[in-house]
């Protein structure tokens, strides 16, 4: 089995735990830390690694299942797939360029940069070319 990968679970944070891990562990995909044909914990292990409930952990699963990402077999484990990324819609773009803008001005307000965002997206967007 592949070493699961690093997630951390806040529980004082407003986002739930389970999309915390949807999140993170997406994240990995995304940047190849996690690849297709590797193993991940069984909702149990992850559960208990994370000191969450086992149904926490698998509707996180079962979100990156829908998305084409896993792989969730009961008794065989939880497979990462090779996912063929879909073609964004308009509506796609506008829900992203929404939360991106959201995400400028959280910085922005926060006295960072415009500058300093444009690296950091520019920097994301080069790390996670396929």
Request: glycine share 6%.
């Amino acid at each position: 089995m592949t070493p699961a990968p690093r997630i951390q679970i806040d529980l004082d944070a407003p986002t739930p735990a389970n999309r915390q891990i949807v999140d993170q562990l997406r994240t990995r995909l995304v940047e190849g830390a996690v690849a297709p044909g590797d193993v991940l914990p069984s909702v149990r292990r992850l559960a208990v690694d994370l000191g969450v409930h086992f149904n926490t952990v698998a509707d996180a699963y079962r979100t990156l299942a829908d998305e084409g990402w896993l792989d969730v077999s009961q008794g065989r484990g939880v497979r990462v797939l090779a996912r063929v990324a879909p073609s964004a819609n308009p509506e796609t773009r506008n829900l992203f360029r929404q939360r991106l803008r959201q995400l400028a001005a959280e910085g922005l307000a926060q006295g960072l940069s415009s500058a300093s965002i444009s690296r950091e997206l520019t920097a994301m967007a080069e790390s996670m070319k396929s």
